[in-house]
T-cell receptor
Framework: GDSVTQMEGPVTLSEEAFLTINCTYT??????LFWYVQYPGEGLQLLLK?????DKGSNKGFEATYRKETTSFHLEKGSVQVSDSAVYFC?????????????FGKGTHLIIQP | NAGVTQTPKFRILKIGQSMTLQCTQD?????MYWYRQDPGMGLKLIYY???????DKGEVPNGYNVSRSTTEDFPLRLELAAPSQTSVYFC???????????FGQGTRLTVV
């Protein structure tokens, strides 16, 4: 079945550092890919998405490119802020059709220090 | 625009008790989902629905039941609470297959 693997956390960075959170996936067919962010005590919010190979999703300074050849969707940001501290989830849609929701990675806890 | 609303936000149950977690959405989405989130484990799908009157099991359905009598509402029922059901529960909805899901704020449930 489908699966998502993302780097283990916590990831601790200083403010203004460059961020990469790795995400790779296994899927049949052609899934859509997503990054969600979860702030403490809140639900998940969509950060960005890409629906086909070579698409780049971007939002709030974050970017990720759908790489079919490496089955990856790494999240990047050039200069992180304390307010980016949160848990980040990589996810994919059902690649073989059907409506059974998203498959999530385990999440990466990001801590940004001033 | 409220989006997806879950109630309650917190609940403590004793072993063997039952309860219903409420979920409603005002976006006219056909697709709705229940996930549970355990520390370090990501989100696991419990049940999902593709429209009123249609529900199906997800990855971890044991110990839960759902119903979908209207497009807006998708309640999750725990009949005999067990400590293994201690978790954070999220309801979500989407407008089509393979599209992003919109999440509620979650219900933190503790079974003691």
């Amino acid at each position: 079945g489908d699966s998502v693997t993302q780097m283990e956390g916590p990831v601790t960075l200083s403010e203004e550092a460059f961020l990469t959170i790795n995400c790779t996936y296994t899927a049949t067919g052609y899934p859509s890919l997503f990054w969600y962010v979860q702030y403490p005590g809140e639900g998940l919010q969509l950060l960005l998405k890409a629906t086909k190979a070579d698409d780049k999703g971007s939002n709030k300074g974050f970017e990720a490119t759908y790489r079919k050849e490496t089955t990856s969707f790494h999240l990047e940001k050039g200069s992180v802020q304390v307010s980016d501290s949160a848990v980040y989830f990589c996810a994919l849609s059902g690649s073989g059709g059907g409506a059974d929701g998203l498959t999530f990675g385990k999440g990466t806890h990001l801590i940004i220090q001033p | 625009n409220a989006g997806v609303t879950q109630t309650p936000k917190f609940r403590i149950l004793k072993i063997g008790q039952s309860m219903t977690l409420q979920c409603t959405q005002d976006m006219n989405h056909n697709y709705m989902y229940w996930y549970r989130q355990d520390p370090g484990m990501g989100l696991k799908l419990i049940y999902y629905s593709v429209g009123a009157g249609i529900t199906d099991k997800g990855e971890v359905p044991n110990g839960y039941n759902v119903s979908r009598s209207t497009t807006e509402d998708f309640p999750l029922r725990l009949e005999l609470a067990a400590p293994s059901q201690t978790s954070v529960y999220f309801c979500a909805s989407s407008y089509a297959e393979n599209t992003e899901a919109f999440f509620g704020q979650g219900t933190r449930l503790t079974v003691v």
